[in-house]
Every structure is written in structure tokens, then in C-alpha cells.
């Protein structure tokens, strides 16, 4: 944190030199994400920001019409924050980044994933709170989070995801209560394991779901 | 007050001196009061510090002089204590060195030092250089440092300073140096500090807290050489009267948000070589005036949203090394000045919005490493005398309108590393003059309309590790000698009109990654050496013409992390060695014309997981149960073979989200998992003999064709040869809160005689029961335990009312709240073992156990008799087997007439639709009791039932 180089021409000559573009927007997108986070086994090398688009890298899948519907880079040693341009991949139905070092909260622009089926974020050290802006992701079927160090009450605006299946919040930080509307009804308690603010089930109407928090 | 405090400690610091000095000539030898001070430092070492440290600091010298990094005047005061880089290790600076009045100089600068910057420090009166920088330093920094009359360089970067900067630091009228950067500053940077004329170097970058505007009165500071502001979160516009820094060499402010345009008056800045404007906000055009600035050597104004046109003005700074103007919205065209510009080694001017051609002068920078104009809308063709740039590392002109062909000069440009002209409309061939750069690493020519073939002598290019051709119109065979670059990471060919067979020297290219040949004309087989790549993770075959089997050699490509072979002439069955490809996750093979079985290796492909494509083939056979371990798989298309059997299996692939079986030979019931429930029937067409189910099990057909039978009469009858059945069943559910209970009681009891549910559902608040929560605490003992549930155990219960109840106890949450549930064991959902909310759902569940108690005369439980399932598992294992439904009927309902029996398995099915472990599939209650209703048997068999309907009172809760 103390230690930003500050005028240092080699370091500016070094950021001179790779400046961040691509001929897609979506491709541009993921570049600018790749080149703040560290990649020490080199899983994402494929990442050519002179590609046409970002089709042909590895980790990447698009559609027939080359736009990116998934990103498979869980299991890959990659630290880094989980930039706020990934919610710019709006056919995205895969956000698969688990089991990484991602630090730093969860951008709200995730939300605008409109399209995404599946968010594995589990196993990184995400800090923050569980966005609002989940409500919005209403092809959501599969969402877990568990293992990081969430914290924060669990957003009432996740019951509206009526398409959601399976949800893993456990081994956090969360506090207050868990929702019992929507597909909240069928989550197994095992999903909110290990969050030790966490206070059980909700009592509509008595408490406040976010006491304690 | 706190200045005049300060002196009188001095004065008193000063007598004590004089006495030291006495006692020292009369007396014996003892340390001076400076030597004592400084030894305060070796007391403040935390134990952690090495024993030997300073071993020249020994007290019983008369004075320090002589000590490691102390200097003395030759009164044999401290003058100079100067210990950097000595690894102190001290979680505090001891406030007693302020006490060495006389000192000059103090360097503690990377020692490993934490803990606050003493505001005693003030009383330095002497001090010209502080230097604590490279250290853990925190808090603030002390107004009281603006005491310090004589000090010339204050030197606090790199620690972890927070606070705001002390405005009292404009009274160091002598400050020549002050950094700062690299803490934790916040606040903004005062006015006041526009005072500080002799200032030269005014460094408070990286500090990402620090906000506000740049005071216009920094302009006063026109001694200063250095100013640099980078990496905060600095606002508003640069002041124009930064244009009075006439000695200005460094401007540093780049990562901040700072906005406004470019001052024009920064052209006065004369002695400017480093201007750093980078990733800001900065709108507006670059002023033309900047072209004065005749020693500047690096302008980076790249990452704002300058607009208008490129100033050939800047032609005119003739000391350039580095110009880079990239991201903008720079337009007009690209000035043929800039030719002018023999030192520049870096023009970067991509991403811009710039039109017109390459200007030839460029040719005239001789000393250009690399040439950046990619994403622009550049036109015309690539100027033949680019090739006379000797020195040119990268080329980056891609995404431009360039037209024309790739100049045969870049053979010359023997430097060159990366050359990237993708996404233009270049035409003609690739000029064999390229592989012969032997440096060139990178070459990318997508998405242009390149002819002609791939020569042979790429081969000559060795140094290749990314060749990609794709999406251009290049044809003939892929030379064999494309196996001789070694170094090849990645090659791809996709999408040109290459024909021919694949030649199998491509597996010679060890390092090989990524292999895409896809959508070309490439026929005959496919070489089996190609399992030999073994560092392959990207193989994509697909839309070409290859014949054949899949080679069994793909089983050695453990690495291979995408296998794309569609549409192809692919035959022969899939190899059974795929069961190698422990990192696949994609595998189409759709469109050929394989045959066989689906191999059962293919479970064991666990990670399996975008997508599994073996559609329109010409597979038959049953779908391997193995497929089972899939469980990650969420794409799924066999449709379009000749597959036939039951689907069930499908059922257990859990993360589906995408299936197409269409156009099989499949047949049984659809399983009733709630992601085939979502599909539409697009995604079984065409296989006659697949139905529908409730259960997924039977085909609801078996059971429920006739619909949704159910003669409540039937029910009435089954109940009447039972007799006396005594059931009670109570559910109950409490959530027990932190700040308030509830208890709220459902009951529905059926009474043995008569079968006359007259009791309805009840609610009963928790306060009306006669019961409290530490009544029900006092049940959760060890001898009440009698049995364990999903998620927790179950324990029987005595309600003061005399009511046995069950409790189901879950072990999840042991803080603040407890979440229990009550309910007649045996009778409850399976849903209260694990989820957190109890719908009416629940009780028809609970309805549908008390049917099956009826139907099979078993008892919910049965743990002292044979198998001891609890009965709905043991329907559904009865329905699973061979045996006729019948079976599963009470043995004393079997003899029936055969319309009653028939009549009471219509009933089994709807009990069995109530009982789905999903309580969403479950009918309403009021469903119920319409299929109930429909329950039809022979007309001539009505008047032989007349009691009446059984569940008539039964009330939807």
C-alpha cells in the first residue's frame, strides 16, 4: 500500500508500453481486467489483446455470434480484483473464478449480467457485502459464494430470483437472518454453514432481518 | 505555548549539559546527556533487534562522538546522527532524541521503525534534514514540524502516515525537499504551503486519500524541479499558473481525477523534460503551446478523453524519446511533422479516432523501437519506407481500414519482435521476406483478405511463438514444414480456404497450445500423432472435411482442455481412451457420422463441464449409466442419433442447464427433477416413446391417464376394510427468536372410526398452547431421542396436553437463535430435515403418507419389520422393481373386484405425486382433492360404495 512508485520513468515507460486495447469491447473488457491481476502460472498468457476478439482465448467461450458466454478460470492461482468491467459481458451465462486469491469486494456491476445461468466466486478472500444488484440477474439458477469473507446481512432483493437452485453462502462473515421467501424455501441450512453472526431463519414480521449485523 | 514549552526544555536540556560537562572534569567518567539520549534509541530496540547492533554505542564512553553514525561538533555536541539502512527494529521513535538540540542532521531513513513521529521533534531548532522515510511510520505527521526554522529537507515517504498535512508546514521558509508520497495521506493539499519558495522537489504522490483541488498558489514555487502528484485522488483542473514553474523538469500527476483541459501555459514551463498527464480525466485539446518545450523528452498524456487534432507543433520538441497519446478521442490525421522527430523511440497513438494514411516521414524516425497506431481509422496502405526503420521492435497497426499489401521492406526491419496488421483489408500474399526476421515472436494477421499460400519457409522464421492467419482467404496446403518451429505456442489457421491433409509434422511442435484450424477444407484423416502435442489445450478441428476414426492417441493429451472435431466425416465410435482427458471440458463431436455406443469411459470425464455435443451422429444404444458422473456437466446434446432406452440417469446430472435429446429412439418416463420440468418439449421431439411422469419413475400415463382418477369413495372404502386405524398426526412448528417466541400448532387429526375428518386445520398461537419453549427444551434429552432426521435429531415430546409430538432439533445454528421443528415423525416432510421454511406443501406430504398408510397397510415406519423403509422409499422401490403394482396394496385389498383395485393404484399415484421430495412439485391440497374426485371405475360400481366422501372436511390449511 506504502509503497506506489511514484515518478519513476522505468514503470511509466512499462505502462506506456501496454496500453490496454483490444477491436471488441468485450475482449477490451477482459484485457483490462487480465492486466491488474497477477497470473504466476501463466493461465491467462492467452490473452492476446490483439485478437479480433477474445473467441480463441483460452477460459473463454463465446457463442456463434463471438460473444463471450463464459469465463472458466477457477482452480488457477490468479490474485487480483474482480473488475467492474466484467459487467460489461452481457450474454455472460458463466462466471466461473473459484477457488482463486480474488480479493476485494464484488462489484455491483455484476448485476448487469443479465444473461448469466451460473457465479461460482467461492474460495477467494471477496470481502464486502453480497451486491444488491444480485436482484437483477434473473437467469441466476446457481450462485455460490461460500468460502470468501463476505460480510454484511444477506440481501432481501435475492428472493425475487425465482429461478435460482442453488445457493452457497457458507463459511463467511454474513450477519442477521436468512430470508425464507422464494427459492430461499428450499435452500438446505447446510448453504448458510459457518457464518457465526448469522441468526438463523427469519421471523417475518417479529425481527428485523438485519439484527446483530 | 507549546514553542515556548519547547525552549524551556531546550534551556533546561542545556544546564543539564553544562553539569554533565562539570561532573565529567571534576569527577569520574559518565556519558554525556547527548550520548544519553541517543542511548534511549538502543532501549527503545525491541528484543527482536540483533545483540550485536551498534556494538561502537558503549556507555561508558565520555561522549557519543566516537559511536557508529553520530557526528560531533567540536564542542561535543551531536551534530549528525545518520543510521540508514540499520535494521533498528523500534516500535517507537524515543521522544529523548529531541533533546540533541544542537542536531543537524537526522537519518533513521529504512531502519525498520513503527510507532508515531514525536511532535517533540519541533524542538530542533538546528535541524536541516530529517530523513524517517522507507519506514512503518504512523498517525499524522506534528504541526509542531513546522518549528523547525532550519530545516531544508523533510523526508517522510514510504510509511504508513495518515491524517491531513499540517498547514504549519509552510513556516519551513528554508524547505528545499519535501516528499511525502507513498502514505496513507487524506485531506487535500493546503494553499499555505505556496509559501515554501525555496522549494525544489514537492513530492505527495501515492498517497490514494489525498483529494481535493491543486492550489493555484503552488504556482508561486518557481524554484521547484519536481513535482510530482501521482496515484491520489486529486480533482479539478491544473491551474495555469503551474505555467510559472519556469525550473519545472518533472510534472507528475497521472492516475488521479483530475479533470479540465491541458493548460496552454505549461508551454512556458522551459525546462520541462517529463510530463506525466496520464490516466486522468483530462478533456479538451493538446494545446499546441507545448510545442515550446524544447527539452522535453516524454509527454504521456494516454488513458483521457483529449479530443481535436494531433498539434504538428509538437514536431518542434526535438529532444522527444517517448511521445504516447493513446486512449483519447484524438482526430484529423496523424501529422507528418512528427518525422521530424529523429530522437523518438515510442510513438504510441492507438485507440484514438484518427483518419488519413500513414505519413511516410515517419520513415524519417530513425531511432523509433515502436510504432503504435493500432484502433484508429487509419486508411490507404502501409508506406513501402517503414521498412527503412531499422531499429522498429513493434508494429502495432491493427484494427485500421488499411488497404493494400504487407510491403516486402519489413524484411528489413530485422529488430522486429511483434508485428501485428490484424483486422484491415490488406489483400495480397504474405511477403516470405517476414519469416525471415529472425527476432520476429508475434505474428498476427487475423481478419484481413490475404491470398495465396502459407509458404514453406515459415519455417525459416524459428523465433515464431504465436503465428495467427486466421480469417483470410489463404489457401493450398499447410506446409509440413510448419513442424520445424519449435518455439510455436500458438497457430491458427481458422477460417481461410486451406485444403489438403493435415500434415502430421505438426506434432513435432512440442510446445504446441492452441491448434485452430477450423472452418477450412482439410480432408483425409486425422493424423494420429497429433496426440503427441502433449502441452495441447485448445484443439478445434471442426467444419473441415477429415475422415476416419478419432485417433485413440487423443487419450494422451492430458492437458486438453477444449476438443471441438463438429463437422466433420468423422466415423467409427468414440475412443474409449477419452476417458484420459482429466482436464476436458468441452467436448463437440456433433455433426459426423460416428457410430457404436457412447463409451461408459465417458463418466469419467469429471471435468466435463460446459459442454458435452455428440448430436447428429449415428450413435446407438442406451445411454451408459456411467454418464451419471457428469454431475458438473450443463450442456447436453445427444439429439439426432439412433439412442434409444430410458433417460433416467439424465435425471442426476444436477448442474444442467442445457439438454437436447430430440429426434432418438428413448423411451420411459421423463424424470421429474425440477430442471426437466423447465425444458420444453423441443428437447424430446420426436422419441415416440417417452412420456411424462409425476414421480419420474411411472409414466403418469400408468396411473393417472384416465387422469387424475380417485373416487373418494374408494379412499373411503380402503379406510373402511382397514377399521380402526387410529392415526394422529400433528405438526408443529416453532422458530424460537431472540427477542420473541412463537409456536404456532397445524393439527389434523384423523379419528379411527367413521373416517370423519370433522376436525379442520388449526392454527393455534403460540400463547394458547400450554406449553412454553423451555417446556419443549426440557424434551432435547439424550433418553427422548428416537431417531435422526436429514440434518438433525428427533425427539419425542410430551405436551402438557397430554399430545405426543416429535422434535426435530438442527444442529446448524448454535448462536443467538435456534431454529426447531416439531411434527409426527415418520409423517413429516423431508424438507423440514434441511430447509428453513414449512409450507403447506409440508402437510401434503404428510397427507400423502397417510394414503400410503391406507393404500399398503404398512406403517409409516416400520423399524421392527424386514427392510425397515420408511414407506415412501419403499413404494418407490416397489414401483422401481418388476413386480405389479398391485403388490404394493394392502394384502387385504388385493382380493378386491377389479375395478376397486384398480381404482386404489389410481389413488397410489396421486399419494406418490404428494410425497415428491420436492416440495414444489407437490399438488395443492385442493389439487388433491380433484384428482381425488376424478378417480374413476366403472359406472355400474358406484352404487356399491355409498359412504360418504372421505375427505369432504379436509381443509385446505
Same mark, same amino acid.
Given at each position: 500500500?506504502?509503497?506506489?512508485?511514484?515518478?519513476?520513468?522505468?514503470?511509466?515507460?512499462?505502462?506506456?508500453?501496454?496500453?490496454?486495447?483490444?477491436?471488441?469491447?468485450?475482449?477490451?473488457?477482459?484485457?483490462?481486467?487480465?492486466?491488474?491481476?497477477?497470473?504466476?502460472?501463466?493461465?491467462?498468457?492467452?490473452?492476446?489483446?490483439?485478437?479480433?476478439?477474445?473467441?480463441?482465448?483460452?477460459?473463454?467461450?463465446?457463442?456463434?455470434?463471438?460473444?463471450?458466454?463464459?469465463?472458466?478460470?477457477?482452480?488457477?492461482?490468479?490474485?487480483?480484483?474482480?473488475?467492474?468491467?466484467?459487467?460489461?459481458?452481457?450474454?455472460?451465462?458463466?462466471?466461473?473464478?473459484?477457488?482463486?486469491?480474488?480479493?476485494?469486494?464484488?462489484?455491483?456491476?455484476?448485476?448487469?449480467?443479465?444473461?448469466?445461468?451460473?457465479?461460482?466466486?467461492?474460495?477467494?478472500?471477496?470481502?464486502?457485502?453480497?451486491?444488491?444488484?444480485?436482484?437483477?440477474?434473473?437467469?441466476?439458477?446457481?450462485?455460490?459464494?461460500?468460502?470468501?469473507?463476505?460480510?454484511?446481512?444477506?440481501?432481501?432483493?435475492?428472493?425475487?430470483?425465482?429461478?435460482?437452485?442453488?445457493?452457497?453462502?457458507?463459511?463467511?462473515?454474513?450477519?442477521?437472518?436468512?430470508?425464507?421467501?422464494?427459492?430461499?424455501?428450499?435452500?438446505?441450512?447446510?448453504?448458510?454453514?459457518?457464518?457465526?453472526?448469522?441468526?438463523?431463519?427469519?421471523?417475518?414480521?417479529?425481527?428485523?432481518?438485519?439484527?446483530?449485523? | 505555548?507549546?514553542?515556548?514549552?519547547?525552549?524551556?526544555?531546550?534551556?533546561?536540556?542545556?544546564?543539564?549539559?553544562?553539569?554533565?560537562?562539570?561532573?565529567?572534569?571534576?569527577?569520574?567518567?559518565?556519558?554525556?546527556?547527548?550520548?544519553?539520549?541517543?542511548?534511549?534509541?538502543?532501549?527503545a530496540?525491541s528484543?527482536?533487534?540483533?545483540?550485536?547492533?551498534?556494538?561502537?554505542? $558503549?556507555?561508558?564512553?565520555?561522549?557519543?562522538?566516537?559511536?557508529?553514525?553520530?557526528?560531533?561538533?567540536?564542542?561535543?555536541?551531536?551534530?549528525?546522527?545518520?543510521?540508514?539502512?540499520?535494521?533498528?527494529?523500534l516500535t517507537s521513535i524515543p521522544p529523548?532524541?529531541?533533546?540533541?538540540?544542537?542536531?543537524?542532521?537526522?537519518?533513521?531513513?529504512?531502519?525498520n521503525i513503527s510507532g508515531a513521529i514525536p511532535?517533540?521533534?519541533?524542538?530542533?531548532?538546528?535541524?536541516?534534514?530529517? $530523513?524517517l522515510?522507507?519506514n512503518a511510520l504512523s498517525g499524522?505527521?506534528?504541526?509542531?514540524?513546522?518549528?523547525?526554522?532550519?530545516?531544508?529537507?523533510?523526508?517522510?515517504?514510504?510509511n504508513r502516515l495518515?491524517?491531513?498535512?499540517?498547514?504549519?508546514?509552510?513556516?519551513?521558509?528554508?524547505?528545499?525537499?519535501?516528499?511525502?508520497? $507513498?502514505?496513507?495521506?487524506?485531506?487535500?493539499?493546503?494553499?499555505?504551503?505556496?509559501?515554501?519558495?525555496?522549494?525544489?522537489?514537492?513530492?505527495?504522490?501515492?498517497?490514494?486519500?489525498?483529494?481535493?483541488?491543486?492550489?493555484?498558489?503552488?504556482?508561486?514555487?518557481?524554484?521547484?524541479?519536481?513535482?510530482?502528484?501521482?496515484?491520489?485522488?486529486?480533482?479539478?483542473?491544473?491551474?495555469?499558473?503551474?505555467?510559472?514553474?519556469?525550473?519545472?523538469?518533472?510534472?507528475?500527476?497521472?492516475?488521479?481525477?483530475?479533470?479540465?483541459?491541458?493548460?496552454?501555459?505549461?508551454?512556458?514551463?522551459?525546462?520541462?523534460?517529463?510530463?506525466?498527464?496520464?490516466?486522468?480525466?483530462?478533456?479538451?485539446?493538446?494545446?499546441?503551446?507545448?510545442?515550446?518545450?524544447?527539452?522535453?523528452?516524454?509527454?504521456?498524456?494516454?488513458?483521457?478523453?483529449?479530443?481535436?487534432?494531433?498539434?504538428?507543433?509538437?514536431?518542434?520538441?526535438?529532444?522527444?524519446?517517448?511521445?504516447?497519446?493513446?486512449?483519447?478521442?484524438?482526430?484529423?490525421?496523424?501529422?507528418?511533422?512528427?518525422?521530424?522527430?529523429?530522437?523518438?523511440?515510442?510513438?504510441?497513438?492507438?485507440?484514438?479516432?484518427?483518419?488519413?494514411?500513414?505519413?511516410?516521414?515517419?520513415?524519417?524516425?530513425?531511432?523509433?523501437?515502436?510504432?503504435?497506431?493500432?484502433?484508429?481509422?487509419?486508411?490507404?496502405?502501409?508506406?513501402?519506407?517503414?521498412?527503412?526503420?531499422?531499429?522498429?521492435?513493434?508494429?502495432?497497426?491493427?484494427?485500421?481500414?488499411?488497404?493494400?499489401?504487407?510491403?516486402?521492406?519489413?524484411?528489413?526491419?530485422?529488430?522486429?519482435?511483434?508485428?501485428?496488421?490484424?483486422?484491415?483489408?490488406?489483400?495480397?500474399?504474405?511477403?516470405?521476406?517476414?519469416?525471415?526476421?529472425?527476432?520476429?515472436?508475434?505474428?498476427?494477421?487475423?481478419?484481413?483478405?490475404?491470398?495465396?499460400?502459407?509458404?514453406?519457409?515459415?519455417?525459416?522464421?524459428?523465433?515464431?511463438?504465436?503465428?495467427?492467419?486466421?480469417?483470410?482467404?489463404?489457401?493450398?496446403?499447410?506446409?509440413?514444414?510448419?513442424?520445424?518451429?519449435?518455439?510455436?505456442?500458438?497457430?491458427?489457421?481458422?477460417?481461410?480456404?486451406?485444403?489438403?491433409?493435415?500434415?502430421?509434422?505438426?506434432?513435432?511442435?512440442?510446445?504446441?497450445?492452441?491448434?485452430?484450424?477450423?472452418?477450412?477444407?482439410?480432408?483425409?484423416?486425422?493424423?494420429?500423432?497429433?496426440?503427441?502435442?502433449?502441452?495441447?489445450?485448445?484443439?478445434?478441428?471442426?467444419?473441415?472435411?477429415?475422415?476416419?476414426?478419432?485417433?485413440?492417441?487423443?487419450?494422451?493429451?492430458?492437458?486438453?482442455?477444449?476438443?471441438?472435431?463438429?463437422?466433420?466425416?468423422?466415423?467409427?465410435?468414440?475412443?474409449?481412451?477419452?476417458?484420459?482427458?482429466?482436464?476436458?471440458?468441452?467436448? $463437440?463431436?456433433?455433426?459426423?457420422?460416428?457410430?457404436?455406443?457412447?463409451?461408459?469411459?465417458?463418466?469419467?470425464?469429471?471435468?466435463?463441464?460446459?459442454?458435452?455435443?455428440?448430436?447428429?451422429?449415428?450413435?446407438?444404444?442406451?445411454?451408459?449409466?456411467?454418464?451419471?458422473?457428469?454431475?458438473?456437466?450443463?450442456?447436453?446434446?445427444?439429439?439426432?442419433?439412433?439412442?434409444?432406452?430410458?433417460?433416467?440417469?439424465?435425471?442426476?446430472?444436477?448442474?444442467?442447464?442445457?439438454?437436447?435429446?430430440?429426434?432418438?429412439?428413448?423411451?420411459?418416463?421423463?424424470?421429474?427433477?425440477?430442471?426437466?420440468?423447465?425444458?420444453?418439449?423441443?428437447?424430446?421431439?420426436?422419441?415416440?416413446?417417452?412420456?411424462?411422469?409425476?414421480?419420474?419413475?411411472?409414466?403418469?400415463?400408468?396411473?393417472?391417464?384416465?387422469?387424475?382418477?380417485?373416487?373418494?369413495?374408494?379412499?373411503?372404502?380402503?379406510?373402511?376394510?382397514?377399521?380402526?386405524?387410529?392415526?394422529?398426526?400433528?405438526?408443529?412448528?416453532?422458530?424460537?427468536?431472540?427477542?420473541?417466541?412463537?409456536?404456532?400448532?397445524?393439527?389434523?387429526?384423523?379419528?379411527?372410526?367413521?373416517?370423519?375428518?370433522?376436525?379442520?386445520?388449526?392454527?393455534?398461537?403460540?400463547?394458547?398452547?400450554?406449553?412454553?419453549?423451555?417446556?419443549?427444551?426440557?424434551?432435547?434429552?439424550?433418553?427422548?431421542?428416537?431417531?435422526?432426521?436429514?440434518?438433525?435429531?428427533?425427539?419425542?415430546?410430551?405436551?402438557?396436553?397430554?399430545?405426543?409430538?416429535?422434535?426435530?432439533?438442527?444442529?446448524?445454528?448454535?448462536?443467538?437463535?435456534?431454529?426447531?421443528?416439531?411434527?409426527?415423525?415418520?409423517?413429516?416432510?423431508?424438507?423440514?430435515?434441511?430447509?428453513?421454511?414449512?409450507?403447506?406443501?409440508?402437510?401434503?406430504?404428510?397427507?400423502?403418507?397417510?394414503?400410503?398408510?391406507?393404500?399398503?397397510?404398512?406403517?409409516?415406519?416400520?423399524?421392527?419389520?424386514?427392510?425397515?423403509?420408511?414407506?415412501?422409499?419403499?413404494?418407490?422401490?416397489?414401483?422401481?422393481?418388476?413386480?405389479?403394482?398391485?403388490?404394493?396394496?394392502?394384502?387385504?385389498?388385493?382380493?378386491?373386484?377389479?375395478?376397486?383395485?384398480?381404482?386404489?393404484?389410481?389413488?397410489?399415484?396421486?399419494?406418490?405425486?404428494?410425497?415428491?421430495?420436492?416440495?414444489?412439485?407437490?399438488?395443492?391440497?385442493?389439487?388433491?382433492?380433484?384428482?381425488?374426485?376424478?378417480?374413476?371405475?366403472?359406472?355400474?360400481?358406484?352404487?356399491?360404495?355409498?359412504?360418504?366422501?372421505?375427505?369432504?372436511?379436509?381443509?385446505?390449511?
Amino acid at each position: 500500500m506504502a509503497s506506489l512508485p511514484v515518478l519513476l520513468p522505468c514503470l511509466l515507460l512499462l505502462l506506456a508500453a501496454s496500453p490496454a486495447l483490444s477491436t471488441n469491447p468485450e475482449g477490451e473488457a477482459l484485457h483490462a481486467w487480465r492486466a491488474r491481476l497477477t497470473d504466476p502460472t501463466n493461465v491467462l498468457q492467452s490473452w492476446d489483446p490483439t485478437l479480433v476478439n477474445p473467441c480463441t482465448w483460452f477460459h473463454v467461450t463465446c457463442d456463434s455470434q463471438n460473444r463471450v458466454i463464459r469465463l472458466d478460470v477457477g482452480n488457477s492461482n490468479i490474485s487480483g480484483s474482480i473488475a467492474p468491467e466484467l459487467g460489461r459481458l452481457e450474454r455472460l451465462q458463466y462466471l466461473e473464478l473459484y477457488r482463486n486469491n480474488f480479493q476485494g469486494k464484488i462489484p455491483a456491476e455484476l448485476g448487469n449480467l443479465r444473461s448469466l445461468i451460473s457465479m461460482d466466486l467461492y474460495g477467494n478472500q471477496l470481502q464486502g457485502e453480497i451486491p444488491k444488484s444480485f436482484a437483477k440477474l434473473k437467469s441466476l439458477r446457481f450462485l455460490r459464494l461460500n468460502n470468501n469473507r463476505l460480510s454484511g446481512s444477506i440481501p432481501r432483493e435475492l428472493v425475487f430470483l425465482s429461478n435460482l437452485k442453488v445457493l452457497d453462502l457458507s463459511n463467511n462473515d454474513l450477519c442477521g437472518t436468512i430470508p425464507i421467501d422464494g427459492p430461499f424455501a428450499n435452500f438446505p441450512l447446510q448453504s448458510f454453514d459457518n457464518n457465526s453472526r448469522l441468526n438463523g431463519p427469519e421471523l417475518q414480521g417479529l425481527v428485523p432481518y438485519d439484527i446483530g449485523c | 505555548m507549546r514553542k515556548a514549552g519547547s525552549i524551556s526544555i531546550g534551556s533546561l536540556f542545556l544546564s543539564f549539559f553544562a553539569m554533565a560537562v562539570l561532573s565529567f572534569i571534576s569527577t569520574t567518567v559518565s556519558l554525556s546527556s547527548d550520548g544519553k539520549a541517543l542511548l534511549s534509541l538502543l532501549a527503545a530496540a525491541s528484543t527482536g533487534s540483533s545483540p550485536g547492533l551498534l556494538p561502537s554505542w $558503549d556507555s561508558s564512553h565520555p561522549t557519543p562522538c566516537s559511536w557508529q553514525g553520530v557526528t560531533c561538533s567540536p564542542q561535543g555536541r551531536v551534530i549528525s546522527l545518520s543510521l540508514p539502512n540499520t535494521f533498528l527494529n523500534l516500535t517507537s521513535i524515543p521522544p529523548e532524541l529531541s533533546s540533541l538540540t544542537s542536531l543537524q542532521l537526522l537519518n533513521l531513513s529504512s531502519a525498520n521503525i513503527s510507532g508515531a513521529i514525536p511532535p517533540s521533534f519541533g524542538a530542533l531548532a538546528s535541524l536541516r534534514l530529517l $530523513d524517517l522515510s522507507s519506514n512503518a511510520l504512523s498517525g499524522s505527521i506534528p504541526q509542531q514540524l513546522g518549528a523547525m526554522a532550519s530545516l531544508q529537507f523533510l523526508l517522510l515517504n514510504s510509511n504508513r502516515l495518515s491524517g491531513s498535512i499540517p498547514p504549519a508546514l509552510a513556516n519551513l521558509t528554508s524547505l528545499q525537499v519535501l516528499c511525502l508520497q $507513498d502514505n496513507l495521506l487524506d485531506g487535500s493539499i493546503p494553499s499555505q504551503l505556496g509559501s515554501l519558495l525555496s522549494l525544489q522537489q514537492f513530492r505527495i504522490g501515492g498517497n490514494p486519500y489525498l483529494s481535493g483541488r491543486l492550489p493555484p498558489q503552488l504556482g508561486l514555487l518557481t524554484n521547484l524541479t519536481t513535482f510530482g502528484a501521482a496515484a491520489t485522488s486529486l480533482s479539478g483542473a491544473i491551474p495555469a499558473e503551474f505555467g510559472n514553474l519556469v525550473n519545472l523538469q518533472t510534472f507528475s500527476l497521472y492516475d488521479t481525477d483530475i479533470s479540465g483541459s491541458v493548460p496552454p501555459e505549461l508551454g512556458s514551463c522551459s525546462e520541462l523534460t517529463n510530463l506525466y498527464l496520464h490516466m486522468n480525466k483530462i478533456t479538451g485539446g493538446i494545446p499546441p503551446q507545448l510545442g515550446k518545450l524544447q527539452k522535453l523528452t516524454s509527454l504521456l498524456l494516454w488513458g483521457n478523453s483529449l479530443t481535436g487534432p494531433i498539434p504538428g507543433d509538437l514536431a518542434n520538441c526535438s529532444e522527444l524519446v517517448v511521445l504516447d497519446l493513446s486512449a483519447n478521442r484524438l482526430s484529423g490525421e496523424v501529422p507528418s511533422e512528427l518525422g521530424g522527430l529523429a530522437l523518438l523511440e515510442q510513438l504510441h497513438l492507438s485507440d484514438n479516432l484518427l483518419t488519413g494514411g500513414i505519413p511516410e516521414g515517419l520513415s524519417n524516425c530513425s531511432s523509433l523501437t515502436a510504432l503504435q497506431l493500432d484502433k484508429n481509422s487509419l486508411s490507404g496502405s502501409i508506406p513501402w519506407h517503414i521498412g527503412s526503420l531499422k531499429s522498429l521492435q513493434s508494429l502495432f497497426l491493427w484494427g485500421n481500414s488499411l488497404s493494400g499489401t504487407i510491403p516486402r521492406s519489413f524484411g528489413n526491419c530485422t529488430e522486429l519482435y511483434a508485428l501485428d496488421l490484424s483486422k484491415n483489408r490488406l489483400t495480397g500474399t504474405i511477403p516470405e521476406e517476414i519469416f525471415g526476421l529472425n527476432k520476429l515472436s508475434k505474428l498476427l494477421l487475423l481478419g484481413n483478405s490475404l491470398t495465396g499460400s502459407l509458404p514453406p519457409s515459415v519455417a525459416n522464421c524459428q523465433s515464431l511463438v504465436r503465428l495467427r492467419l486466421g480469417e483470410n482467404q489463404l489457401a493450398g496446403e499447410v506446409p509440413r514444414e510448419i513442424g520445424m518451429l519449435q518455439n510455436l505456442v500458438f497457430l491458427d489457421l481458422y477460417t481461410n480456404h486451406f485444403t489438403g491433409k493435415l500434415p502430421p509434422e505438426i506434432a513435432n511442435i512440442t510446445v504446441l497450445e492452441l491448434l485452430d484450424v477450423h472452418n477450412n477444407h482439410i480432408a483425409g484423416e486425422i493424423p494420429p500423432q497429433l496426440g503427441d502435442l502433449m502441452n495441447l489445450e485448445q484443439l478445434d478441428l471442426s467444419e473441415n472435411s477429415f475422415a476416419g476414426g478419432i485417433p485413440a492417441s487423443f487419450g494422451n493429451l492430458s492437458y486438453l482442455n477444449k476438443l471441438s472435431l463438429k463437422s466433420n466425416l468423422l466415423t467409427g465410435s468414440l475412443p474409449r481412451s477419452i476417458r484420459n482427458l482429466q482436464k476436458l471440458t468441452l467436448l $463437440d463431436a456433433s455433426g459426423n457420422g460416428l457410430s457404436g455406443r457412447i463409451p461408459p469411459e465417458i463418466g469419467s470425464l469429471t471435468s466435463l463441464t460446459i459442454s458435452l455435443n455428440l448430436s447428429s451422429n449415428r450413435l446407438v444404444g442406451e445411454i451408459p449409466q456411467e454418464i451419471s458422473g457428469l454431475t458438473r456437466l450443463q450442456s447436453l446434446d445427444l439429439s439426432g442419433n439412433m439412442l434409444g432406452g430410458g433417460i433416467q440417469v439424465l435425471g442426476l446430472l444436477t448442474s444442467l442447464t442445457f439438454l437436447n435429446i430430440s429426434i432418438n429412439n428413448f423411451s420411459g418416463p421423463i424424470p421429474a427433477t425440477p430442471f426437466f420440468r423447465t425444458l420444453s418439449s423441443n428437447s424430446y421431439l420426436r422419441n415416440p416413446d417417452l412420456c411424462p411422469s409425476f414421480d419420474g419413475y411411472t409414466c403418469s400415463s400408468d396411473l393417472v391417464p384416465r387422469a387424475a382418477i380417485r373416487s373418494i369413495k374408494t379412499v373411503a372404502l380402503a379406510c373402511a376394510v382397514l377399521g380402526s386405524a387410529a392415526l394422529l398426526f400433528v405438526a408443529t412448528w416453532m422458530l424460537v427468536g431472540r427477542n420473541r417466541k412463537l409456536a404456532a400448532e397445524k393439527t389434523v387429526t384423523i379419528p379411527s372410526s367413521g373416517c370423519d375428518f370433522s376436525h379442520p386445520w388449526t392454527l393455534i398461537p403460540f400463547q394458547k398452547l400450554n406449553f412454553t419453549v423451555d417446556n419443549i427444551l426440557e424434551w432435547l434429552k439424550d433418553e427422548n431421542v428416537i431417531g435422526k432426521g436429514c440434518s438433525g435429531m428427533v425427539y419425542k415430546a410430551e405436551m402438557p396436553g397430554g399430545e405426543l409430538i416429535a422434535l426435530m432439533s438442527s444442529p446448524n445454528f448454535h448462536h443467538h437463535a435456534m431454529s426447531r421443528i416439531a411434527g409426527s415423525y415418520g409423517y413429516i416432510a423431508p424438507e423440514y430435515g434441511y430447509t428453513t421454511k414449512i409450507t403447506e406443501k409440508s402437510d401434503v406430504y404428510s397427507y400423502g403418507v397417510v394414503l400410503l398408510e391406507i393404500l399398503s397397510g404398512r406403517s409409516a415406519i416400520e423399524p421392527m419389520v424386514g427392510d425397515s423403509l420408511h414407506i415412501v422409499e419403499w413404494v418407490k422401490k416397489k414401483m422401481g422393481s418388476l413386480e405389479p403394482a398391485v403388490n404394493i396394496l394392502d394384502p387385504k385389498l388385493r382380493g378386491m373386484q377389479d375395478p376397486m383395485v384398480q381404482e386404489m393404484l389410481q389413488a397410489l399415484g396421486i399419494a406418490m405425486f404428494c410425497v415428491n421430495s420436492s416440495p414444489s412439485e407437490r399438488p395443492t391440497m385442493k389439487e388433491v382433492v380433484a384428482l381425488l374426485m376424478e378417480v374413476k371405475s366403472p359406472p355400474e360400481e358406484w352404487g356399491k360404495t355409498s359412504q360418504q366422501p372421505l375427505l369432504m372436511s379436509v381443509k385446505h390449511g
